[in-house]
Protein backbone atom coordinates (compact mmCIF):
# COMPACT_ATOMS: atom_id res chain seq x y z
CA UNK A 1 0.00 0.00 0.00
CA UNK A 2 1.21 3.48 -0.76
CA UNK A 3 -0.32 6.65 -0.03
CA UNK A 4 0.61 10.05 -1.91
CA UNK A 5 0.10 13.77 -0.83
CA UNK A 6 1.09 16.17 -2.80
CA UNK A 7 2.62 20.20 -2.66
CA UNK A 8 3.86 23.22 -3.78
CA UNK A 9 1.30 23.99 -5.80
CA UNK A 10 -0.11 27.68 -6.22
CA UNK A 11 -1.07 30.63 -8.39
CA UNK A 12 2.00 31.62 -11.23
CA UNK A 13 2.38 34.26 -13.58
CA UNK A 14 3.03 32.79 -17.37
CA UNK A 15 7.18 31.89 -17.44
CA UNK A 16 7.28 31.80 -14.47
CA UNK A 17 8.56 28.25 -12.25
CA UNK A 18 6.76 26.29 -9.30
CA UNK A 19 8.33 22.66 -7.73
CA UNK A 20 5.93 19.89 -6.77
CA UNK A 21 6.19 17.48 -4.23
CA UNK A 22 4.79 14.27 -3.68
CA UNK A 23 5.30 12.57 -0.09
CA UNK A 24 4.97 9.04 -0.54
CA UNK A 25 4.32 6.36 2.36
CA UNK A 26 5.10 2.63 2.47
CA UNK A 27 7.60 0.89 2.03
CA UNK A 28 7.18 -0.64 -1.29
CA UNK A 29 8.00 3.38 -2.45
CA UNK A 30 11.52 2.40 -4.19
CA UNK A 31 10.06 -0.26 -5.77
CA UNK A 32 7.52 1.79 -7.36
CA UNK A 33 7.49 4.05 -11.03
CA UNK A 34 6.01 6.91 -10.28
CA UNK A 35 4.09 9.56 -12.26
CA UNK A 36 2.45 12.98 -12.91
CA UNK A 37 -0.93 13.43 -14.32
CA UNK A 38 -2.99 16.87 -14.52
CA UNK A 39 -6.53 17.55 -15.32
CA UNK A 40 -8.00 20.80 -16.43
CA UNK A 41 -11.82 21.93 -15.75
CA UNK A 42 -13.55 19.82 -18.45
CA UNK A 43 -10.63 18.03 -19.58
CA UNK A 44 -9.50 14.41 -19.26
CA UNK A 45 -6.60 13.81 -16.85
CA UNK A 46 -3.56 13.90 -18.99
CA UNK A 47 -0.10 12.29 -18.52
CA UNK A 48 2.48 14.78 -17.44
CA UNK A 49 5.80 13.02 -16.83
CA UNK A 50 6.96 9.40 -15.12
CA UNK A 51 9.89 7.97 -14.08
CA UNK A 52 11.26 4.64 -13.22
CA UNK A 53 11.78 3.18 -9.44
CA UNK A 54 15.18 3.49 -10.26
CA UNK A 55 15.35 6.84 -11.54
CA UNK A 56 16.99 5.64 -14.94
CA UNK A 57 14.50 6.38 -17.51
CA UNK A 58 12.07 9.08 -17.88
CA UNK A 59 9.15 10.03 -19.63
CA UNK A 60 7.61 13.52 -20.60
CA UNK A 61 4.57 14.37 -22.31
CA UNK A 62 5.33 15.79 -25.80
CA UNK A 63 3.42 19.60 -24.06
CA UNK A 64 5.94 19.66 -21.34
CA UNK A 65 9.07 18.16 -22.65
CA UNK A 66 11.98 20.69 -22.19
CA UNK A 67 10.22 22.75 -19.37
CA UNK A 68 9.38 19.93 -16.61
CA UNK A 69 11.44 17.43 -15.02
CA UNK A 70 10.27 14.60 -12.79
CA UNK A 71 13.03 13.47 -10.29
CA UNK A 72 12.72 11.26 -7.52
CA UNK A 73 14.84 10.45 -3.78
CA UNK A 74 14.35 7.39 -2.38
CA UNK A 75 15.33 8.15 0.82
CA UNK A 76 13.05 10.72 1.29
CA UNK A 77 10.33 8.94 -0.71
CA UNK A 78 9.58 11.64 -2.07
CA UNK A 79 8.97 12.86 -6.34
CA UNK A 80 9.47 15.98 -7.53
CA UNK A 81 8.38 17.54 -10.54
CA UNK A 82 10.07 21.17 -11.59
CA UNK A 83 8.09 23.28 -13.39
CA UNK A 84 9.61 26.02 -15.65
CA UNK A 85 8.59 28.19 -18.28
CA UNK A 86 4.50 27.55 -16.98
CA UNK A 87 1.65 28.91 -19.45
CA UNK A 88 -1.55 29.36 -19.00
CA UNK A 89 -2.14 26.29 -20.45
CA UNK A 90 -0.62 24.17 -18.22
CA UNK A 91 -3.22 25.30 -15.24
CA UNK A 92 -4.56 22.31 -13.95
CA UNK A 93 -4.79 20.27 -10.47
CA UNK A 94 -1.85 18.17 -10.45
CA UNK A 95 -1.85 14.29 -9.29
CA UNK A 96 0.63 12.42 -8.18
CA UNK A 97 0.48 8.49 -9.14
CA UNK A 98 1.91 4.99 -8.59
CA UNK A 99 2.44 1.66 -8.91
CA UNK A 100 4.54 -1.32 -8.33
CA UNK A 101 6.70 -2.35 -11.25
CA UNK A 102 9.91 -0.97 -13.57
CA UNK A 103 7.87 -0.45 -16.70
CA UNK A 104 6.47 3.38 -17.11
CA UNK A 105 3.27 3.68 -18.59
CA UNK A 106 1.59 7.00 -19.68
CA UNK A 107 -1.62 5.83 -18.99
CA UNK A 108 -3.45 6.47 -15.69
CA UNK A 109 -5.06 3.15 -15.71
CA UNK A 110 -1.92 1.45 -14.95
CA UNK A 111 -1.60 3.18 -11.84
CA UNK A 112 -2.79 2.07 -8.14
CA UNK A 113 -2.16 4.44 -5.87
CA UNK A 114 -3.06 8.18 -5.79
CA UNK A 115 -2.59 11.27 -4.53
CA UNK A 116 -5.43 14.04 -3.69
CA UNK A 117 -4.11 16.35 -5.95
CA UNK A 118 -2.80 20.09 -6.11
CA UNK A 119 -4.06 22.86 -7.74
CA UNK A 120 -1.35 25.25 -10.02
CA UNK A 121 -3.06 28.52 -11.69
CA UNK A 122 -1.08 30.42 -14.29
CA UNK A 123 -2.10 33.31 -15.00
CA UNK A 124 -1.12 35.06 -18.63
Known amino acids: QIQLVESGGGLVQAGGSLRLSCAAS????????MAWFRQAPGKEREFVAA????????HYADSVKGRFTISRDNAKNTVYLQMNSLQPEDTAVYYC?????????????????WGQGTQVTVSS
Open 51 to 58: ISWSAGST
Open 97 to 113: AAALGSVIYTVPQMYDY
Open 26 to 33: GRTFSRAR
